[in-house]
C-alpha cells in the first residue's frame, strides 16, 4: 500500500498563507509544529487576528504579547499585513501603541482594535480607568479600507486627516479629545460610505468633551447609531450630546439611541431611501428628511405622542414634511405594546398624510391584548379611502 501524500502540504506558500489568514493567529501558530515545511508559515500569513487574553501566565502576559508581536514584526518587516485585529480584552499593554503604528506602517486594509479599559496597580491591586489612544499615524494610513476602533482614545491629530482609501468606520464607546475630533476624523476620508457611531454615555472619561458630535461627509451613504450595546440609555444620563448631520448623499440612517440632546439635520437628505428611527425626536427633524421612501418607528419614538402627550413638549403630529406628499411609501410602527387610541392616532397621521403610502406594517409586541388583528385591520380600514396594504406581524420578524 502506497504511504499516504500530504497533498496540503504540496500546496504552494502563497496558497497556504492565505489559507490559514482565515483562522484566528493563535491557531495558526499552532500548525507550526506540523512539519518542518509549516514551522515558519505563520509569520508569512498577511493577517493578524490576536486576543491577548489567550497568552497563559497572567503576570507575565504583557511581556509575552509584545514578545509576540516583535518577532512577527521583525520577521520580513517589508511583507504587509493585509487584515489586522488585536483585540487587549482585560490586558493593559503599554507598548501596543508602538506596535500598532508599526502594523499602520505595513500598509494594512482592515485594522480592527479593541483597547484595554482598565489597568491593575500592583502596590493597591486595585483597577482603574485606563485609556489607551491610537498612534498617529493612523490619521494618515493610505491604505486603510476598513477601521474599527472600540474602548480607544482618539488623538486631536496635528495638521489634517487624510486617508483616502477609508470605505468604513465603526467606533465603540471611542473617546475624543475635544468635540471637533469626530469631524476632522470623517472629513478627512473622501472616499467614506460607512459610519457606526456608539457612544459610551457611562464612561469615565465623559466631561468636557464628548458634548457635541458633527457628522460632515459627502461621501456617506450609510450612517448607523445603534442602541448601546442593544440597550436602551437613561434619558436622564447627564452625558447628553448635540448630534449635527451633514450628509447630503444618505441612503441608508439608523438613529437608535435617546441620549442627544438634539439631532440637527443641516442640508436636506434628497437621497435618502430608508429611515429606521428609535430615538425622541421633533418635527423639525423630520423636516431634514425630504425624500425618505421606507421609514421604521419604534416604539421609542412614539412615545412623544402615547406616553407623554400631558406634556407641554409632546409631539403634536400637525405639519407634514415634503416625503410625505412625495416619496414615502413604507412605514412599520414597530414595537408597539398595547393598541390603543394613541397608538391608532400615530398610524392615522401616515395614513391621512403619506400621499403615496403603499404599505404600513404594525409589529405589537407579544404581551396579550385586548384588540384582535381583525379589529385593528377593521380601524385602520375606517382612517382612509386609498387602501394602502396593511400588515400585522409579531415584533422580532421586523427586527
Avoid at 499593554?93 to 499602520?104: H, P
Avoid at 479599559?117 to 486595585?126: A, H, I, M, R, V
Avoid at 469631524?183 to 473622501?190: D, F, K, M, T
Wanted: hydrophobic share 35%; glycine share 4%.
Amino acid at each position: 500500500m502506497p504511504p499516504r501524500c500530504d497533498r496540503i502540504s504540496e500546496l504552494p506558500e502563497s496558497l497556504l498563507t492565505h489559507i490559514l489568514s482565515y483562522l484566528p493567529t493563535k491557531h495558526s501558530v499552532k500548525t507550526s509544529v506540523l512539519s518542518t515545511r509549516w514551522k515558519n508559515l505563520w509569520l508569512n500569513v498577511p493577517a493578524l487576528d490576536l486576543n491577548c487574553e489567550d497568552f497563559p501566565y497572567k503576570e507575565e502576559e504583557e511581556e509575552a504579547v509584545l514578545g509576540f508581536l516583535d518577532r512577527l514584526l521583525e520577521f520580513e518587516p517589508g511583507s504587509r499585513l493585509l487584515k489586522v485585529k488585536v483585540k487587549c480584552g482585560n490586558v493593559e499593554i503599554k507598548g501596543l501603541k508602538d506596535r500598532i503604528s508599526t502594523v499602520i506602517h505595513r500598509g494594512p486594509q482592515v485594522l480592527d482594535v479593541e483597547s484595554c479599559t482598565k489597568y491593575l496597580d500592583p502596590d493597591t491591586e486595585t483597577y482603574y480607568p485606563y485609556l489607551e489612544f491610537m498612534p498617529l499615524n493612523l490619521y494618515t494610513s493610505k491604505t486603510l479600507v476598513s477601521l474599527k476602533l472600540t474602548y480607544s482614545g482618539v488623538e486631536d491629530p496635528p495638521g489634517f486627516v487624510c486617508m483616502p482609501c477609508l470605505k468604513s468606520m465603526t467606533l465603540v464607546q471611542v473617546h475624543f479629545r475635544d468635540d471637533s475630533s469626530l469631524e476632522r476624523l470623517v472629513s478627512g476620508c473622501p472616499l467614506l460610505e460607512e459610519l457606526t457611531l456608539i457612544r459610551d454615555i457611562h464612561s469615565c472619561f465623559v466631561g468636557e468633551v464628548d458634548r457635541f458630535m458633527s457628522v460632515r461627509s459627502g461621501s456617506l451613504k450609510r450612517f448607523r447609531v445603534p442602541l448601546w450595546y442593544g440597550l436602551s440609555c437613561s434619558s436622564q444620563s447627564s452625558a447628553k450630546c448635540r448630534l449635527e448631520i451633514d450628509a447630503p448623499g444618505l441612503e441608508h440612517m439608523i438613529l437608535g439611541e435617546d441620549q442627544f440632546d438634539s439631532i440637527v439635520v443641516q442640508k436636506k437628505l434628497t437621497s435618502l431611501f430608508m429611515v429606521d428611527l428609535n430615538i425622541k425626536f421633533g418635527e423639525l427633524f423630520l423636516y431634514g428628511i425630504s425624500s425618505v421612501g421606507h421609514m421604521i418607528i419604534s416604539e421609542k419614538t412614539l412615545k412623544e405622542v402615547v406616553y407623554f402627550r400631558e406634556e407641554e413638549d409632546a409631539l403634536e403630529l400637525t405639519n407634514v414634511p415634503q416625503c410625505f406628499l412625495s416619496t414615502l411609501e413604507c412605514v412599520a410602527l414597530k414595537r408597539i405594546h398595547d393598541w390603543e387610541e394613541e397608538e391608532m392616532r400615530v398610524a392615522t397621521y401616515f395614513l391621512e398624510n403619506a400621499a403615496v403610502l403603499k404599505k404600513l406594517t404594525l409589529s405589537l409586541t407579544d404581551y396579550p391584548r385586548l384588540i384582535s388583528d381583525e379589529e385593528i385591520f377593521e380601524e385602520v380600514n375606517k382612517v382612509t379611502k386609498r387602501s394602502p396594504t396593511c400588515q400585522i406581524l409579531p415584533d422580532w420578524e421586523l427586527c
